[in-house]
């Protein structure tokens, strides 16, 4: 019933930047947290930030300072504005969506199809 379409995912040089889109549909009347979890083959998902309809925010410790997450409430839209890239953010990028009230800890019900991150020069 809820649908999440990703988008901006691409090649790019360490150091470079690149934001991510992602796009709620269907019925998200109960929507209210929404995020990006990434994930390298052979690893667990592991969740890179998050925000709540209200604008609070979590996020992992290894983007802190380099990443940014917002949304558009009006365009069911959330966003990862990814700069200062480096090989280790290399991975497949998820956006995430549930009905929970808190982005720490958060693990949405719907899933997007991934988008894939490469860093490398």
């Known amino acids: 019933q809820v649908q999440l379409v990703e988008s901006g995912g691409g090649l790019v040089q360490p150091g470079g930047s690149l934001r991510l889109s992602c796009a709620a549909s269907g019925s998200i009347f109960s929507i209210f947290v929404m995020g990006w979890y990434r994930q390298v083959p052979g690893h667990e998902r592991e969740l890179v930030a998050a925000i709540t309809s209200g604008g609070s925010t979590n996020y992992a410790d290894s983007v802190k300072g380099r990443f940014t997450i917002s949304r558009d409430n009006a365009k069911n839209t959330v966003y990862l504005q990814m700069n200062s890239l480096k090989s280790e953010d290399t991975a497949v990028y998820y956006c995430?969506?549930?009905?929970?009230?808190?982005?720490?800890?958060?693990?949405?019900?719907?899933w997007g199809q991934g988008t894939q991150v490469t860093v490398s020069s």
């Open positions: 995430n969506a549930g009905s929970g009230d808190s982005p720490d800890p958060f693990l949405g019900y719907y």
